[in-house]
């Protein structure tokens, strides 16, 4: 640490210029009470010396302890920055801001719970080498997770596959919107995935993925569960076992809805009624509703073969796209003969 004593020049040789004014020339002192004065400045001076040379090693001290500081911050954060990733957006911030306080605590609260999964997985299992089967995998949570944190989603887990999803805790829009948020995401996730079709073959997939999800509208029970030394934000009760149900139920590609959630959104969503069904632990056949495909639509054609996919909604081209698009099915169709007669 540098010396501070080069501060006090000016007043070190103002004490030694009076020093030899107050002398004869002999050493005696001419003014006695000058001296006393004399020498209570300089025992000020000593006492301001040692305040600033104690204040420079607490500068110091406070430097080393601000730089400890910002490192531990930049740790903080970048713990944080993981740990956010093991949380649900709205769980994360609702615990770190101290609205919501870690322990077991649990409340009761009218939900809409999603469960979706892959139809066929364990078939898929067998034909895959576990990396092209773990990054397929990963690519298509990563896909249908940036879909439900569009919707305001709280994602529950991941079971393999299969996707938990609940709307309305720990942040709410009114159980109507919730319903709604949650089968429109739904849509998106199924329209998304028809649209990656062509993607999976480059993980080696013969077939391309195909998803049913199911979805019910009902009192949970959701908070902390677990023990005080490992804690599960999650949600339970016949509301979740309900949705579980119907995500079983369901039919490749389908969303199937419970009679609760669809009377919230059938106002907004179509959707075509379907067989009453026996769901597991649930003693009345369930009223069940599909939600309207996108090939429910009179004006949208859609054409499949293999890993392509062709669709195209008529409403929504102009009277020359939609005359350039009939030329390109007539000459896609002239090929298709050419290729049959060839063949044959």
């Given amino acids: 640490m540098p010396s501070n004593s080069g501060i006090f020049h000016h007043e070190l040789s103002v004490i030694e210029s009076s020093k030899v004014i107050l002398t004869d020339g002999t050493g005696e002192i001419i003014k006695p009470e000058l001296s006393a004065l004399l020498k209570e400045y300089e025992k000020l001076l000593?006492?301001?010396?040692?305040?600033?040379?104690?204040?420079?090693?607490?500068?110091?001290?406070?430097?080393?302890?601000?730089n400890e500081a910002r490192e531990k911050n930049h740790q903080l954060e970048q713990l944080s920055a993981q740990l956010a990733k093991y949380l649900s957006p709205q769980v994360y911030e609702s615990i770190f801001s101290g609205k919501q306080k870690v322990s077991l605590a649990s409340s009761r609260k009218k939900l809409t719970i999603f469960f979706s999964d892959l139809v066929g997985f364990t078939q898929i299992t067998e034909t895959l080498e576990s990396e092209d089967l773990t990054a397929a995998l990963n690519y298509y949570l990563d896909e249908m997770s940036a879909i439900a944190l569009k919707?305001?989603?709280?994602?529950?887990?991941?079971?393999?596959?299969?996707?938990?999803?609940?709307?309305?805790?720990?942040?709410?829009?009114?159980?109507?919107?919730?319903?709604?948020?949650?089968?429109?995401?739904?849509?998106?996730?199924?329209?998304?995935?028809?649209e990656l079709t062509e993607k999976w073959s480059q993980y080696g997939l013969q077939e391309p993925f195909e998803m049913r999800i199911g979805i019910n509208t009902g009192y949970c029970t959701?908070?902390?569960?677990?023990?005080?030394?490992?804690?599960?934000?999650?949600?339970?009760?016949?509301g979740v076992n309900m949705a579980s149900r119907l995500e079983s139920a369901a039919e490749s590609g389908s969303i199937l809805l419970s009679y609760d959630t669809y009377n919230l959104v059938k106002d907004r969503i179509p959707c075509v009624e379907s067989d009453r069904i026996k769901l597991k632990g649930i003693s009345q056949p369930a009223r069940t509703f599909r939600v309207a495909e996108?090939?429910?639509?009179?004006?949208?054609?859609?054409?499949?073969?293999?890993?392509?996919?062709?669709q195209a909604r008529l409403s929504a081209l102009s009277q020359d796209e939609a005359l350039a698009l009939k030329q390109e099915l007539e000459q896609a169709l002239?090929?298709?003969?050419n290729y049959l007669d060839t063949a044959g």
């Fill in 46 to 66: 000593k006492t301001t010396r040692r305040l600033v040379k104690h204040n420079d090693r607490s500068e110091e001290r406070l430097n080393v302890l601000a």
């Fill in 151 to 194: 919707y305001g989603a709280t994602i529950d887990k991941y079971i393999g596959d299969a996707i938990m999803i609940f709307f309305g805790d720990p942040e709410t829009q009114g159980v109507s919107e919730d319903a709604y948020r949650c089968v429109s995401m739904a849509i998106e996730m199924r329209d998304r995935l028809s």
């Fill in 222 to 238: 959701v908070g902390n569960f677990g023990s005080e030394n490992r804690l599960d934000y999650t949600v339970i009760g016949a």
């Fill in 294 to 310: 996108r090939l429910d639509d009179d004006s949208l054609i859609s054409i499949s073969a293999d890993n392509t996919l062709l």
């Fill in 334 to 337: 002239i090929s298709v003969a």
